[in-house]
Nanobody, 124 residues
Framework: QVQLAESGGGLVQSGGSLRLSCAAS????????MGWFRQAPGKEREFVAA????????LYADSMKGRFTISRDSAKNTVYLQMNSLKPEDTAIYYC?????????????????WGQGTQVTVSS
């Protein structure tokens, strides 16, 4: 079992920044990647970014490139999502997810554990 706890969401004005954190605990020795997804009201959950734990490589959804940065602190088993130049369309619940095995990073069904989500609201 892996437990994920997100934090850092909140209300921010358009153009502002937020940093989300996701702390993992439990059986974290089997971590292939950690990812961030989001779900806006009335929409399906979508991929945001992922961090390949051992390789250190990152992957982003095209619409987030240049604005969002995913990073990690291995010692703390924590992954971060720095979000800059936020837009009202970034408003969503942001979820952290854990992936134990090799495979698609963009496919939410490939992740085995999920956090409870943290709300991000961007006002215009």
């Amino acid at each position: 079992q892996v437990q994920l706890a997100e934090s850092g969401g909140g209300l921010v004005q358009s153009g502002g920044s937020l940093r989300l954190s996701c702390a993992a605990s439990g059986r974290t020795f089997r971590t292939y990647a950690m990812g961030w997804f989001r779900q806006a009201p009335g929409k399906e959950r979508e991929f945001v970014a992922a961090f390949m734990w051992s390789a250190g490589n990152t992957l982003y959804a095209d619409s987030m490139k240049g604005r969002f940065t995913i990073s990690r602190d291995s010692a703390k088993n924590t992954v971060y999502l720095q979000m800059n130049s936020l837009k009202p369309e970034d408003t969503a619940i942001y979820y952290c997810a854990h992936k134990a095995t090799y495979g698609s990073l963009r496919n939410q069904n490939a992740y085995d554990y999920w956090g409870q989500g943290t709300q991000v609201t961007v006002s215009s």
